[in-house]
């Protein structure tokens, strides 16, 4: 019934919150290895590329002979996975995500690799951008504001920044830069 169907969906959100929470709190396990960024993007659209609805087109603009970067696999899935998440939410199921990864300079000057993840949404006003990355802030009615501390510290974690640029009415693109693999 209703009753049953609100008490289930609520004790879903809760958990999620609570790993959440659980995750923002905890210092990440780093395992750096030599990732390839073309595998890596391709398992994480896959999902994504297979849905039905057809509603959200992707662009995808990944070459295969990008250089490995240094990272743990784990932590830049899901730090990508959150920022992809973000953008889909943002087109609200119909709209355009474009993820594209070039060999670039870091601002330290290291060679690496820049994913870009944009999106087509409504984009933020620059107080709401300017906070985008503080804990407990968001722009959603949902979620805890976690998402993007977590995505930015793990993607830190493996040598690497985030960045965000966005304007009202035309969407948001999502900046990760990762340093190149030494082996």
Known sequence: NACTDTILTQVRLMRT???????????????????????????LLAPYLTAPDGQVEFRRAVPDDLPRVSADPVLASRALSNLLENALQAVGGAGVVRVDAVQATGVS????????????????????????????????????GLGLPIARRNIEACGGTVGMESVAGRGTTAFVWLPAATA
């Open 17 to 43: 919150i609570a790993s959440e929470f659980s995750n923002f709190a905890s210092t990440p396990a780093v395992r750096p290895e030599a990732v390839d960024v073309a595998v890596l993007l391709e398992a």
């Open 109 to 144: 000057g290291g060679n690496g690799v820049r994913i870009t993840i944009a999106d087509s949404g409504p984009g933020m006003d620059e107080q709401a951008l300017a906070r985008a990355f503080e804990p407990y802030f968001s722009t959603k009615t949902s979620g805890t």
